[in-house]
């Protein structure tokens, strides 16, 4: 017997049972067991069925925490991404100013000069 003809059952024997109470204790009753299939009742409608039953089968626990940690992943590789990027955007910047400015070559390869820049980033 499954779930749906044993809840047909008890309820013709409540509905049974019921004929025999006064008026009061019959509304209390009914309310009673209007609230309890309210509360079973799927919030969702079809699309929250579907997506809950479907997707439990799709998609077992295994699958769904490996989903999760796949995603944790790329956004962590994608932060690691922004941060390289931009600090060789930063460099690259700086580079173009060196190329741009209007000192020799001798300049620049000159051991004191590379000391020199070297002092000045870090200040």
Avoid: C
């Amino acid at each position: 017997m499954n779930e749906q003809a044993f809840a047909r059952r008890v309820t013709a024997h409540l509905s049974a049972a019921a004929r025999d109470v006064d008026d009061d204790i019959s509304a209390r009753l009914r309310q009673a067991r209007e609230r309890a299939i309210a509360a079973h009742r799927p919030a969702h409608g079809i699309a929250g069925r579907f997506s809950g039953s479907v997707l439990r089968r799709l998609f077992p626990p295994v699958i769904r925490s490996a989903a999760m940690a796949v995603a944790i992943l790329a956004v962590v590789l994608s932060g690691d991404y922004w941060m390289t990027w931009s600090r060789v955007s930063t460099l690259q910047d700086v580079d173009t100013a060196l190329l741009i400015d209007d000192l020799p070559i001798d300049a620049y390869l000159d051991a004191n000069f590379k000391a020199w820049l070297q002092q000045d980033s870090h200040s």
